[in-house]
């Protein structure tokens, strides 16, 4: 892996293939997981927003993105670790022309490859964000606590809605360290929007939101 | 397909879905056109989902047997899955779940195709059962080992070696009756699924001791008497289409109705111990796949046998 090659992906146009491939596609991992497609009426009126999930498995992102309406899915880019998504030439071909995912280095950060800039820029666009402030995945199970990248992304503009949504099974169809898929059905939640509030503080915050998206977990248990 | 016979059953289970149509379209008319009562939507939405059941099943008896044998495959797969979903699992199981879903399950159905029935009756109880308990302790993850393999095992018992002795009824050599054997697996189906309706039905009618209240109240004894009696008068009805005489024909399906009964109880208190009231919501008004098989399950095995035993 090269690193500090001065590329940063916020700052490329984003590419996109014909839509033929990403509905397939996104029709083919709903089907896949026995996930139900989110209605529009159960997402904000206004975009762009950022959805925040907790993390447990490779399909996490790509999950989210394919359980959107069409008209969220062409405009919502997941953020996803660079080092993954480039691992090969059919993650780094889906990554870039059908999830359009924000690549995001998770070593040797530097000031030349803030991971906060291209987010900032896809927001600036009008897109939205599909990120996982565990920073890494789960081993299943558990939220574990928020980094403090979400509230740096959001505290100079409160008005984004931050629109929390839990994913349950994910991580026992494709769990950390296994290469191979489990066809067991997939869960998705998605919560009404929250806000950063004014002068609340980072921690405050973090453990609000973990705090939303661990509610929707347990509203999901029978 | 094969026999006029079989034109027969077809022509009259659309005949019976027609007239539930129509049924449920005047109710709809005539007592609630706003559409809010939920007793007749769901039933709106059970004739519907059986609309696309019976579709499927003709079509996939009209392929033969590579349809029929697919059809059950693909029915384990997704009862397979709902099954595992609500179990809960750890990860040291992920790899033996693989193999149950990607390997055992397609083994056992190929069997089915190549009629190797030496194989296929002992597959999954035997092989599948060392190869998994094999795969599962090579994690070294021991804790619950005995309650996680236990349970992988019986999820494959019920829905993949249960369920594929319904196509495997078309791998039976029965003398006088070759090429017809789509008729018995009609006759199965037929039976334990309206047997399913009349006992809802007897037991709306007239029930009023539940059998085992605390798993389902509404399992009757008069529910279950009339259920079984109407649908042994049924498989009676059909012995025109088996190689049974009309009695043997009523008695397989009162048998194959008794069975099915038990195997809708047992699945209700896996559902009660897990805290659940449907397997799953992939067919609108019926529940998951599992909740409409469930009685199939575990009628299945005991038809094929006796049929095997008393007329091959």
Same mark, same amino acid.
């Given at each position: ?97 059908? #999830?359009?995912?924000?690549? !995001?280095?998770? %070593? ?7 991971? =906060?800039?291209?987010? *900032? +820029? $896809? ?65 998705? #939640?998605?919560?009404?929007? !929250?806000?950063? %509030? ?7 915050? =973090?453990?609000?939101? *973990? +705090? $939303? ?10 | ?312």
């Amino acid at each position: 892996m090269t690193v500090d090659d001065g590329a940063v992906d916020g700052d490329e146009p984003p590419v996109r293939s014909t839509p033929l491939l990403p509905t397939a596609l996104a029709w083919i991992l709903r089907l896949a997981t026995g996930t139900r497609s989110v209605p529009t009426e159960a997402l904000p009126r206004e975009r762009p927003v950022v959805f925040f999930a907790n993390h447990g498995s490779h399909l996490d992102a790509p999950l989210i993105w394919a359980a959107l309406p069409a008209e969220w899915r062409a405009v919502t880019r997941p953020v996803a670790a660079r080092d993954y998504w480039e691992g090969g030439p059919l993650r780094r071909f889906l990554a870039r022309r059908v #999830f359009r995912a924000v690549l !995001i280095e998770r %070593r040797k950060i530097s000031a030349r490859n803030n991971p =906060l800039a291209p987010l *900032r +820029a $896809a927001l600036a666009c009008g897109e939205s964000l599909i990120l996982f402030p565990e920073g890494t995945r789960s081993d299943g199970g558990t939220v574990g606590s928020f980094k403090s990248g979400l509230h740096h992304l959001v505290r100079d503009r409160p008005e984004l809605p931050l629109v929390p949504v839990y994913l349950d099974n994910l991580s026992r169809i494709l769990p950390k360290g296994e290469l191979l898929p489990v066809p067991v059905i997939a869960n998705l #939640f998605v919560g009404a929007a !929250i806000r950063v %509030r004014a002068e609340e503080p980072k921690e405050a915050f =973090l453990e609000r939101a *973990r +705090a $939303a998206v661990l509610a929707l977990g347990t509203a999901s248990q029978p | 397909m094969s026999g006029n016979e079989t034109h027969y059953l077809v022509g009259g289970t659309y005949a019976v879905l027609v007239v539930a149509s129509v049924v449920t379209w005047l109710l709809r008319r005539l007592k609630d056109p706003q559409r809010q009562d939920p007793v007749i939507n769901n039933l709106a939405a059970r004739v519907q989902a059986w609309w696309a059941m019976v579709i499927v099943f003709t079509v996939a008896l009209a392929v033969g047997k590579p349809g029929t044998v697919i059809l059950f495959a693909l029915t384990s797969f997704l009862a397979l899955r709902e099954f595992v979903t609500l179990t809960p699992t750890r990860a040291g199981d992920h790899r033996a779940l693989f193999l149950a879903f990607f390997v055992v399950l397609p083994v056992q159905y190929f069997l089915i195709y190549v009629e190797w029935y030496g194989l296929f009756s002992v597959f999954i109880p035997v092989y599948a059962f060392a190869l998994l308990s094999i795969r599962a302790a090579a994690t070294g993850d021991t804790t619950d080992y005995l309650a996680r393999t236990g349970k992988l095992q019986w999820g494959l018992m019920v829905c993949v070696y249960f369920v594929s002795h319904v196509p495997a009824l078309l791998t039976l050599e029965i003398p006088g009756f070759d090429g017809r054997n789509a008729n018995l697996l009609f006759f199965l189906v037929a039976v334990v699924q309206l047997s399913d309706v009349l006992q809802y039905v007897w037991g709306k009618l007239c029930g009023r001791r539940p059998i085992v209240p605390a798993l389902s109240p509404n399992k009757t004894l008069e529910g279950f008497a009339g259920g079984t009696l109407s649908a042994a008068l049924i498989g009676a009805a059909l012995w025109w289409a088996t190689p049974f005489a009309p009695w043997q024909a009523a008695l397989l399906a009162a048998l194959v109705t008794l069975f099915g009964f038990f195997g809708g109880l047992v699945m209700s208190a896996i559902k009660r111990d897990r805290g659940i009231k449907d397997y799953g919501s992939t067919l609108a008004g019926h529940g998951g796949i599992l909740d409409r098989i469930d009685s199939l399950c575990f009628a299945a095995p005991l038809f094929f046998h006796l049929v095997r035993f008393y007329f091959t």
